[in-house]
């Protein structure tokens, strides 16, 4: 089985990459496009039962730095 | 005087530390990051700058789960001091030993440069050798230095005087200038600036070097 971790700064907290492609974006006449946010995708391979729950705490625990990010697990 | 300085894969600043806290006086030994226990009747144990763990996923989070990371939360509990400097500042907020986090430079690119500070207090072991106030010259080498806090952990900074050193002229996005904080206790430092790398006359500036004579001074037994 397999679990997909999004994690992303939270809002408001500066985020200068995604800045930085909506800048891009912008110069390359793309217009409209208000705000990039960046964040990453993480894959997990999962041994069968391992529980939504479980990774959530590798999120807390590790995956995310809730300080400063949020994340979503979807499981499957 | 013993202390001890935490290598992590990774680390580059380990050697430089050792050699500024044997410099200070402290009898130094290095701590390779998979044990589980810290020497006994340490006095200070160092967390040093580089890129551990390759800064994998975040800078410091990975170091931050390594086998002696319990370890080191375990002797700050019990009072012991530790000074954390630039990759070690982040291990200290990744095991939340410090608050707060150190996002990427709002600028993005890599800064290493010489900055000027601002001792903000004087009122640890760490900046006892510093006058309250006095402006100071250490280099920063860093992509992630951006201080970032909640509002109130930052009232809070504040409040309790554990603001240790503002950037004269921020060049990284920093909340409030902070370049280093202190815990609660005041026994735990962690900065962004180098002081080992500014604490002999040879290295280009001395200006780091009060604050391990500072430690040494304070830390050493009555």
Redesign the interface.
Request: hydrophobic content about 45%; proline content about 4%; overall charge negative.
């Given at each position: 089985m397999r679990a997909t971790v999004t994690v992303m700064?939270k809002d408001g907290?500066?985020d200068?990459?995604g800045e930085?492609v909506r800048h891009a974006l912008g110069s390359m006449g793309f217009d409209g496009v208000e705000g990039v946010r960046q964040g990453k995708v993480i894959e997990l391979d999962l041994a069968d039962g391992t529980t939504e729950a479980q990774v959530v705490e590798m999120c807390e625990?590790?995956?995310a730095?809730t300080?400063?990010e949020s994340y979503r697990v979807q499981m499957g | 005087m013993k202390a001890a300085v935490i290598v992590f894969p990774g680390s580059n600043c380990d050697r430089d530390l050792a050699v500024a806290f044997r410099a200070a006086g402290f009898e130094t030994q290095m701590v390779w990051h998979k044990e589980t226990d810290l020497p006994a009747g340490l006095d200070l144990v160092g967390v040093p700058g580089g890129f551990s763990y390759g800064d994998y996923?975040?800078c410091g989070?990975?170091a931050a789960?390594s086998p002696v990371a319990a370890a080191l939360r375990a002797f700050a509990d019990r009072g012991g001091h530790v000074i954390g400097i630039c990759n070690g500042f982040q291990i200290l907020?990744?095991t939340r030993i410090l608050?707060?986090?150190l996002?990427?430079?709002?600028?993005?690119k890599y800064i290493c440069r010489q900055v000027g500070l601002r001792v903000e207090t004087a009122d640890s072991a760490f900046t006892g050798g510093y006058a309250a106030g006095q402006e100071i010259t250490l280099p920063i080498a860093h992509h992630e230095g951006?201080y970032?806090?909640?509002p109130e952990t930052l009232a809070r900074l504040r409040g309790e005087d554990r603001i240790a050193f503002r950037y004269l002229d921020t060049p990284n996005?920093a909340a409030d200038d902070i370049a280093g904080i202190l815990s609660e206790n005041r026994r735990v430092l962690g900065m962004m600036p180098h002081p080992e790398r500014a604490a002999d006359p040879a290295l280009g500036g001395s200006d780091g070097a009060a604050l391990f004579a500072s430690l040494a001074g304070l830390l050493a037994p009555a």
């Amino acid at each position: 089985m397999r679990a997909t971790v999004t994690v992303m700064l939270k809002d408001g907290v500066l985020d200068p990459k995604g800045e930085a492609v909506r800048h891009a974006l912008g110069s390359m006449g793309f217009d409209g496009v208000e705000g990039v946010r960046q964040g990453k995708v993480i894959e997990l391979d999962l041994a069968d039962g391992t529980t939504e729950a479980q990774v959530v705490e590798m999120c807390e625990k590790l995956l995310a730095n809730t300080v400063i990010e949020s994340y979503r697990v979807q499981m499957g | 005087m013993k202390a001890a300085v935490i290598v992590f894969p990774g680390s580059n600043c380990d050697r430089d530390l050792a050699v500024a806290f044997r410099a200070a006086g402290f009898e130094t030994q290095m701590v390779w990051h998979k044990e589980t226990d810290l020497p006994a009747g340490l006095d200070l144990v160092g967390v040093p700058g580089g890129f551990s763990y390759g800064d994998y996923l975040r800078c410091g989070a990975i170091a931050a789960q390594s086998p002696v990371a319990a370890a080191l939360r375990a002797f700050a509990d019990r009072g012991g001091h530790v000074i954390g400097i630039c990759n070690g500042f982040q291990i200290l907020t990744e095991t939340r030993i410090l608050p707060g986090a150190l996002l990427q430079n709002a600028g993005i690119k890599y800064i290493c440069r010489q900055v000027g500070l601002r001792v903000e207090t004087a009122d640890s072991a760490f900046t006892g050798g510093y006058a309250a106030g006095q402006e100071i010259t250490l280099p920063i080498a860093h992509h992630e230095g951006n201080y970032t806090a909640d509002p109130e952990t930052l009232a809070r900074l504040r409040g309790e005087d554990r603001i240790a050193f503002r950037y004269l002229d921020t060049p990284n996005g920093a909340a409030d200038d902070i370049a280093g904080i202190l815990s609660e206790n005041r026994r735990v430092l962690g900065m962004m600036p180098h002081p080992e790398r500014a604490a002999d006359p040879a290295l280009g500036g001395s200006d780091g070097a009060a604050l391990f004579a500072s430690l040494a001074g304070l830390l050493a037994p009555a």
